[in-house]
């Protein structure tokens, strides 16, 4: 997802389905248009550091690749590293995708192992991975699908949630909270899977809260709230001290106002006269650690129904002779009033269904032939669902035979600010019942959204913790979990889409950007050697013709030589489906996320710059046939350079050095040499030269019927080798050097 994801940044992977959505209906295209502009207010751009420029230089460059063994920086195998994936899309396009030819030419860029993203989870909904199953109480309640196979499942479907407590989410933006909507028949309820009785662990350790932005600092004196069932018994009423708590939250902090604290909550309706804050605020919070274990509805036989806390409406304002002034502006839309919430019950009815977008189905993913056979990674349905029906998933792909490499725990519990101890106390639980399924399982997370820096959470206490991954590890370790984190992933959309003209740069900063990112992570006390997956990535958060130009190609191959130099373990490239261009709104140009151009009827068109990067990293760089493969490092004289090395040995015997030209303007010669204990060695013999750039692709701007010509492919000649060689790299282009390395 690029999950551009997430919240409200222009870059969410609902930009993704929308923008598929819209090529069937203008008027989609229309009001996403407009949803994502509103949310790209509350998302801030990435903030990039400026980039270095190399000086422009004639001179070759001299490039020793260190050949020790002992320096040697990975090893992998490139049908496990270089991976793709697969998402949701517009109501009715599975079939239409999931053709013969069109897995035929996906297939056909060399990408090796599949990962299923799961975009009903950004979009606050639960996922009937298989609409066969059944509801906890007739047509509403807690779903689980059907764990025994009968007909193939083509497609599948999200449920909103009617307890929700967003205003925005990640996917389509479409629905609004529950806590300001103006309707006391309607109310948020946090998840019960997060109380005592489930968690093992105190309420206490477990707040759930709402917030809600004022969008300006407002003097504050009162609150009203119209408290569902289960009610609060103890909670505070809390305004924020800092900038921005929720992309900020670790420069500030929860404050209760002077009579905001309540220690003996009977529900109803309550105003509170809570004093005033030292100011004006803007941001508040109502935080709740004890219920009333009432439920939502009387007689109710489901205790989940019972546990948590339920808001109807909530308000916050002045007061003065008895009149209670409201702030918050109550309507069923996204204009009302922003709310965030802690969590969402997975609480939901058979009139749910989301109808304008699908999941492709279990079924039809593994059967086409677009997992090659090999282990498959897979999601669960985490932040909103059940274990039971988490369970049930992997037994039904147990019992249809299908191989699964890695399960992912949910989906971006950043972009949906679950706390780190929430998201943990989840994880055990689905963790446990999975692990009753298989005990082999390889479960893992927490599946970020992609990060420049560490990610924060508000600090439990004054000077606390912030890091929200080695709080994270820390709930997981307390608990005796630890066991069950088989591996750490994280998504990587390092660019916003409106920085076209900004390809150099963007370049020249991305190995800094990957490498800083994941030793931040492994810096949060990670277990040593825990296996690491960047799990969705592309070149920006959203769609953008840059990603169509020679500039995508350049990135993903710089992309995979900085992760795998990092010693990770992989990536999976996002997307994999022919996908009809839609405008980069709010920039100029057309673009997709794919590696190949689709039409309106999904049907793969052309390859797009990004194929051809991945052909070339699949089967020119690692040797087509696969096998175990040791990247070593490579410095260049002089230190910066428009041009980064990744030397490649391969199981075949040959060395494959892979060389990205960042510099649009000029053409650049390298000389390579390899030091090895025994001495420096060179290219021998014949070296085969695959190069892309400008001259084999170009990307033709035309609205929506913007296309490649030339369309690839590389070039691919045969060069001399030997000792002082010169190997030249066209302006803007992505060269592999394959041969034998030897003395002469």
């Known amino acids: 997802m690029p999950r551009s994801h997430r919240r409200g940044n222009g870059g969410f992977r609902r930009t993704k389905v929308a923008a598929r959505i819209a090529v069937l209906a203008p008027l989609a295209l229309a009001l996403f248009a407009a949803a994502a502009v509103a949310h790209s207010r509350h998302h801030p751009a990435p903030i990039l550091a400026p980039a270095a420029f190399p000086p422009r230089t004639t001179a070759p460059y001299d490039i020793a690749v260190d050949a020790d063994p002992r320096h040697a920086l990975n090893r992998f195998a490139p049908d496990s590293a270089f991976g793709a994936g697969v998402d949701g899309v517009p109501a009715r396009a599975v079939p239409e995708i999931y053709t013969p030819s069109n897995v035929q030419q996906m297939l056909g860029a060399g990408l090796g192992a ?65 806590l300001d909507d103006g309707d006391l028949g309607s109310f948020w309820k946090s998840n019960p899977y997060l109380s ?18 004022l969008h300006a600092k407002e003097q504050i004196d009162a609150a009203k709230i119209w408290w569902g069932s289960p009610y609060a018994v103890r909670y505070q009423v809390q305004y924020w001290t800092g900038g921005d708590p929720i992309w900020d939250p670790a420069h500030g902090a929860w404050v209760d106002f002077p009579h905001g604290a309540v220690s003996n909550g009977t529900g109803g309706t309550v105003t509170l006269s809570l004093g005033e804050a030292p100011g004006k605020v803007r941001y508040l919070r109502i935080a709740m650690t004890e219920g009333s274990g009432s439920c939502t509805a009387q007689g109710s036989s489901d205790p989940r129904d019972c546990k948590g806390y339920a808001i109807a409406e909530a308000g916050f304002g002045t007061i003065g002779h008895g009149d209670f002034t409201d702030l918050v502006e109550h309507r069923p839309d996204r204009r009302q009033t922003v709310t965030y919430a802690s969590s969402v019950d997975p609480w939901h009815g058979a009139g749910d269904r989301v109808r304008d977008q699908e999941q492709p189905g279990l079924d039809i993913v593994f059967q086409s032939g677009i997992t090659r056979g090999m282990p498959a990674m897979v999601p669960i349905a985490m932040m909103y669902s059940t274990p039971e029906n988490a369970a ?30 929430d998201y943990a106390a989840l994880y055990v639980q689905f963790a446990d019942a999975l692990h009753k399924v298989d005990p082999g399982l390889a ?47 994280f998504e990587h959309y390092p660019f916003a889409s409106c920085n076209n003209d900004a390809g150099e740069a963007n370049l020249l900063r991305e190995p800094g950007l990957i490498s800083n990112i994941v030793s931040t992570w492994r810096r949060d006390d990670l277990p040593l050697g825990l296996p690491m997956f960047v799990t ?45 261009l839609s405008p980069s709104d709010p920039c100029r140009g057309w673009g997709s996320y794919g590696v190949l151009l689709g039409d309106r009827s999904y ?57 990205v030209n960042r510099d649009f303007e000029n053409a ?19 070296v085969t030269e695959a190069t892309f750039g400008p001259a084999q692709y170009a990307w033709i701007e035309q609205g929506r019927q913007s296309h ?37």
């Not at 968690?199 to 707040?207: K, L, M, S």
């Not at 299908?402 to 519990?413: D, K, L, N, Q, T």
Request: proline letters at 7%.
């Open 114 to 178: 599949a990962s299923y993203r799961l975009y009903t989870e950004l979009s606050v909904q639960d996922w009937h991975w298989n609409p066969a199953g059944h509801f906890s109480q007739g047509s509403g309640g807690y779903w689980t699908s059907t764990s025994t196979p009968a007909k193939t499942i083509v497609d599948s479907y999200g449920y909103r949630l009617p307890r929700r407590g967003f205003t925005h989410d990640q996917g389509n933006d479409d629905d609004y909270s529950r």
């Open 196 to 213: 005592q009785s489930y968690t093992g662990d105190p309420d206490t350790a477990h707040p759930q809260w709402v917030l809600f932005d």
């Open 392 to 421: 049930a998933e992997l037994q039904y792909l147990k019992a249809r035979g299908y191989a699964i490499g890695r399960v992912e725990m949910g989906e971006e519990p950043d972009g949906q600010f679950v706390a780190p101890e």
């Open 443 to 489: 479960l893992g997370g927490p599946v970020f959204e992609d990060n420049s820096r560490d990610l924060k959470a508000w600090a439990l206490q004054k000077h606390g913790e912030t890091s929200w991954t080695k709080r994270f590890v820390a709930y997981l370790s307390a608990h005796g979990h630890l066991k069950d984190l088989s591996f750490f992933s």
């Open 536 to 580: 969705e990535t592309n070149y920006s958060q959203n769609e953008t013709d840059a990603a169509q130009e020679v500039t995508g190609a350049l990135w993903y191959a710089e992309m995979m030589g900085s992760l795998l130099s990092t010693g990770a373990n992989g990536a999976f490239f996002y997307e994999y489906e022919p996908i009809p």
């Open 603 to 659: 049907t793969a068109q052309a390859p797009l710059s990004q194929y051809f990067a991945a052909q070339m990293m699949t089967q020119s760089w690692s040797a087509p046939k696969g096998g175990t493969h040791v990247l070593y490092p490579a410095s260049i004289a002089g230190g910066d350079s428009w041009v980064v090395a990744y030397p490649l040995a391969r199981p075949d015997g040959q060395w494959s050095l892979l060389l």
């Open 668 to 686: 650049h010669a390298v000389t390579v040499e390899f030091d090895t204990p025994g001495g420096t060695s060179w290219f021998s013999g014949s």
């Open 708 to 744: 490649p010509d030339p369309d690839g492919p590389q070039s691919t000649a045969t060069v001399p080798g030997g000792m002082g060689t010169t190997y030249t790299l066209p302006a803007e282009s992505l060269v592999v050097l394959t041969g034998a390395v030897g003395t002469r």
